[in-house]
DNA sequence: GATACAATTAAACAACTGTTTAATTTTTTT
DNA sequence: AAAAAAATTAAACAGTTGTTTAATTGTATC
């Protein structure tokens, strides 16, 4: 699916609202006024909110899915340089796409049986098997151990990363890191992140080191 | 402040429903429905639908205060016990009151100023506090490292934890546990989670071992 | 048993909800 | 330039929202 300028303007706005004021409290008519469209509009092109908010995760999750896969056949990587790789591309994009992963951790939390719990659940088991694959990898070349809990492993980068943003005013008065700009700050806590989960990974991964 | 019978069953049902389809999403009807009262007993006893809510975040720390401070200052622990102490509480915690914690965590998530991103913030930091004792503690008996970062430590234990819980379901297919009950994979996620997070505190904390 | 206060109710309130309609304007195709 | 398709609009739709009202019932206090 390719969306035309105002449909993208819509959706970005939504996203912008639904990370802010979450989804049952963003009204159609709030989406429109921001986003400086009439009401109609939204109706017209999405068919409802419901269908609205689908679409925006759709159109975020198309850009996601080449990114990493390629990135990790290359056969001049170790499997913990990859997995280093990995942690970096997965910070990057959380810090990027901030308002959007806000929605997917709220959406990941209600238990309706949604559209967007499908589409959730199938992203996760992409970034599984590509995991298992890098772990599978360096068990092969008995650089990994064989006891490794994949998915215990991913809740650890997942569930880090994003209280880590979301806590990030707490993390920058009690760290008195005020007098940093925005972006400055920004690029601190994301290296401290991820240098975090990589420490985590290593000792969890490999035979200590 | 102390609750009669009819007003805990009107929080305690909101509390289920705002973590199930969230605070925006929730009707003040739905409450009064699924908790049998009348619809005019919810402003009588609370003011409004988000005073209610605020209601509900004080019912419910109010019980968390006492529970860990004293457990800490035992002095037959060591510091590293201590660590494993907290964490075996906070896991078993947000477990128990898991429909709470989800709440807590979008409330978190939401820009907005409210009163309870205000009281988040305080047993935020009275958490830090006990934490930063316990820290303290050790490395003064050169048990813990100088360089640790108490708040990216919390971000690891209270993300991965909140995470993990979220993603139980996922977790249960991957691994193949669906021949558990519930219960018998709850208390084997949860003893999971309490171990890799005690594993990742003892490597980050102590000169190795 | 009268008085005062708390609890409960159904009904009403105005504002807001997501969505649709039907008419009009703009753009594209022929 | 005519015809067809797409985009845009203001207005209306019926249903829901949170909250309040005013009347009634229940329960203590004197």
Redesign the interface.
């Known amino acids: 699916m390719s969306y035309n300028e105002k449909q993208v303007q819509i959706m970005e706005t939504a996203e912008e609202l639904f ?8 009204s159609v008519r709030q989406i429109a006024d921001k986003a400086g469209v009439n009401l109609a509009m939204i109706s017209y092109y999405f068919g409802s909110k419901e269908k609205l908010i689908e679409a925006l995760v759709d159109y975020r999750m198309s850009h996601v899915r080449l990114t990493l896969e390629n990135l990790l056949k290359d056969d001049s990587l170790t499997p913990l340089q990859k997995m280093n790789l990995l942690v970096t591309e997965y910070v990057d994009r959380i810090v990027q796409r901030h308002h959007f992963y ?1 929605i997917m ?2 959406e ?5 049986n949604s559209e967007i719990t499908v589409k959730l ?1 199938k992203m ?1 088991q992409r970034n ?1 098997e590509v995991l298992q694959q890098i772990i599978s990898e360096g068990q092969q070349k008995k650089m990994f151990r064989k006891d490794v ?4 492993l ?3 980068m ?7 943003l ?2 990030r005013e ?2 920058r008065t ?2 008195k890191l005020e007098h940093l700009s925005e972006d400055e700050f920004i690029t601190l806590l994301k290296q ?2 991820t240098e ?1 989960i990589k ?2 990974f290593k ?2 991964l490999t035979y ?1 080191g």
């Open positions: 990370a802010m004021n979450g989804f049952g409290s963003t806000k951790v709220t990941h939390m209600l238990d309706k659940l996760k599984t809990d994949i998915v215990m991913m809740s650890v997942v569930g880090t990363s994003n209280h880590a979301v806590n707490f993390y009690y760290h401290r992140v975090e420490a985590i000792a969890q200590e």
